[in-house]
């Protein structure tokens, strides 16, 4: 999915946003490559995209339908939304326009109105509310 995102990213938000992804643990590292990384200031549980619109960044955690944030993932969200960065658990290209529009990204209308029209699965709506949570603390998550 993380590809399939960046495809859709890199069509649907408009300038002046800005987005990248943080590929650090979307594969295997060797141990060198993983200690070169901590080295670097690499910390566990970034968020697999960092969006900045208007002075305000937001992070998108890239789920499968039962994927599950790991510990040092809720301590790092819990971290950046303590910061002001709100992170969203998102398990569809549908759920990530869904966040970016709740945070008042500039999306092409286009694109919008392509997926949020969309209708769900079965599987993805049991996730309701259009597969996103809010990393939050206090928002509800799987179990």
């Known amino acids: 999915m993380h590809s399939s995102v960046a495809h859709l990213l890199s069509i649907a938000l408009l300038p002046p946003a800005f987005w990248s992804t943080w590929p650090a643990g979307g594969y295997a590292l060797t141990p060198a490559a993983a200690g070169r990384l901590k080295r670097l200031g690499s910390m566990r549980g970034v968020p697999d995209i960092l969006a900045i619109y208007n002075s305000k960044p937001m992070g998108i ?7 599950r944030r790991s510990a040092p993932q809720k301590e790092t969200h819990m971290q950046l939304e303590s910061a002001g960065c709100p992170v969203y658990v998102c398990r569809t290209p549908e759920a990530v326009i869904d966040a970016l529009d709740r945070e008042d990204f500039p999306i092409r209308p286009s694109i ?32």
């Open 61 to 67: 955690e890239l789920k499968k339908l039962t994927g």
């Open 112 to 143: 919008r109105k392509q997926l949020l029209e969309r209708p769900y699965t079965p599987a993805e709506r049991s996730y309701g509310n259009g597969n996103i949570e809010a990393a939050q603390s206090g928002a509800p998550q799987p179990a």
